[in-house]
């Protein structure tokens, strides 16, 4: 019988600030090419559709669009013709509120839209309001998905609570800019072994407004292994096949005279303390 596997592909792109219709057009683009090459599912960068570095509220909310609405029209009615899913990052404007948002699509239509919950001062999340949560996983064709945007990977509780839900994949839309490279190199293999998941990392490269955008998806699998990986500055699209049994075993590990399990050896017991606030961080 032969395991269930879900093809991946991460489009890393660059993004022009503004530029909704051209953006939405080359991912657009992507995913066709993407679905002739096989993919299930097609993940683009944090804030394709608009760039990233806004200067105001305003100018991120001229931009930001309701889900559903134009853009994601767009993207589902090219997800029904494919037959492919997608995760798109885009700021959202749910009435007066911004988020920093992803909205994974397929073609029975809105699977899920996350919301950032943590927020660096930096680009957009200067001016986003913070996601509701909750952190979950969305059952699909595609497996056991949980989503996270770019500065939520720093803390490992995020990707920790998606495990324990039963993810398989972990998606992570996200814009590194110069400053962060240890991120790719360490950080996401380290968020796929602890969680005994496939981690899905997609950045964008290029320029904008001063900052340099250093690519560098990756496709990790449960096991620390590098499946796919982009280069720091040219839009490619990566792709990785995936058996997500893999995923689902949740920690066990043997080898002679040896076994572990990642998950039936936790102590939670132990642990009530990363889930308050030092008194040094708290509020004034």
Known sequence: MNEPRTIVAGAQTNPRLFEVEANVSKCLGNLEEAAVHGAQLVVFPEC?????????????????????????????????RLHVYTIVGMPERAGEKLYNSAVFLGPEGIVACYRKVHLPKLGLDRFADHGPGPLQVYRSPVGAVGLYICYDSAFPEAARVMALEGAEVLVHPTNWPVGVEGTPRHIVYARAIENVVFHVSVNRVGDERGYHFIGQSKIISPDGEELAAAGPDREEIIYASLALAEARSKGRMSSPGHESNRFRDRRPEFYGAITQQPPQARPS
């Open 48 to 80: 394709a559709t608009t760039g990233y570095c806004f200067d105001s509220r305003a100018e991120a909310m001229s931009v930001a669009e309701p889900v559903p609405g134009p853009s994601v029209e767009r993207f589902l009615t090219a997800c029904r």
